[in-house]
């Protein structure tokens, strides 16, 4: 069957794949008589549906058993009544344990799902095949993953019944480190961090920073105002940098003190529509 026409049929009735070469064979390659026929079987209700907004929906992830490898995916649909449906939480996870096991060349640098990739198209593929179920137009928006190379544990949190999502890599050997990378993953949710260290934190930041402060110090001596600038910095890499941060279920230690030996190595936090 040829691909191209399979493809059409597919963006004109948001059908499956198997369900539009069922259809073009039926049709024998006639492509209107194939959408007549998947809408008879009412495979294709979902094609007037297919430019609704979708504003509401889903952060989930999905963990390997073992902890090695996980992902974390946003999906969107039209109504909250939809995105609390048993189907669709369950779309969700199918479609993280497809990220998850799919391709790694798929993946940035980040771990960020690239848009122009097959495991994107086959992610899309998968939401939109649930339309007809369902009965709303769905979105597949984005999804990360992360790999273990060595001892450690990926994990992750979902937050305000999926609202928001969070990814975490922690590296290194400790009994617990499993608990320990989910309760990381519980602060970022809450904290919102925007840089793991300090050193991550770009040189035009701090220097917008630099020069808020130095403006609302214009009439202090200038060695009064470098102490200002050090102390605010300071602030300011405790309130973004994750590692600077107070752990939220206790304020008088740091998130590096809670690692240990252990090291976090990246982690992404989704929020819904965000």
């Known amino acids: 069957m040829n691909a191209k026409l399979v493809k059409e049929l597919r963006d004109k009735t ?53 902890e090695s490898k996980g992902a974390l995916v946003e999906i969107n649909c039209e109504t909250d009544f939809v995105a609390r449906n048993e189907t669709f939480v369950g779309l969700t996870q199918k479609v993280g344990e497809l990220i998850s096991n799919g391709d790694l060349s798929a993946f940035d640098d980040q771990g ?14 998968m939401t939109k095949e649930a339309v007809p179920t369902l009965g709303e137009n769905l979105t597949f928006i984005r999804a990360t993953r992360f790999d273990l190379s060595g001892a450690g544990s990926v994990g992750a949190y979902i937050h305000l ?24 993953s519980i602060h970022i949710a809450a904290a919102q961090p ?39 910095l300071e602030k300011y890499y405790s309130e973004v940098c994750l590692l600077e941060q107070s752990f939220v279920k206790d304020p008088d230690v740091k998130i590096k003190d809670l690692l240990g030996d252990l090291s976090i190595v990246r982690f992404v936090r989704f929020q819904l529509g965000g």
């Open 112 to 125: 960020g799902l690239k848009e122009d990739s097959d495991l994107f198209a086959a992610a899309t593929a």
């Open 194 to 232: 925007s840089f793991l260290t300090r050193d991550e934190v770009p040189e035009e930041v701090l220097q917008q920073e630099r020069e808020v402060v130095i403006a609302q110090s214009a009439n202090k001596p200038q060695q009064i105002v470098d102490k200002i600038v050090l102390g605010k």
């Open 14 to 66: 948001n059908a499956g794949m198997m369900d539009c070469k069922k259809a073009l064979q039926e049709s024998s390659g006639d492509l209107e008589q194939a959408v007549q026929i998947l809408r008879k079987k009412g495979i294709a209700k979902a094609e007037k549906k297919s430019q609704r907004d979708t504003h509401e929906g889903l952060i989930s992830a999905y963990i390997a058993p073992d």
């Open 161 to 184: 019944g999926g609202k928001i999502g969070v990814l975490a890599q922690i590296n290194g050997s400790h009994d617990d480190v499993g608990s320990i990378v989910k309760e990381i």
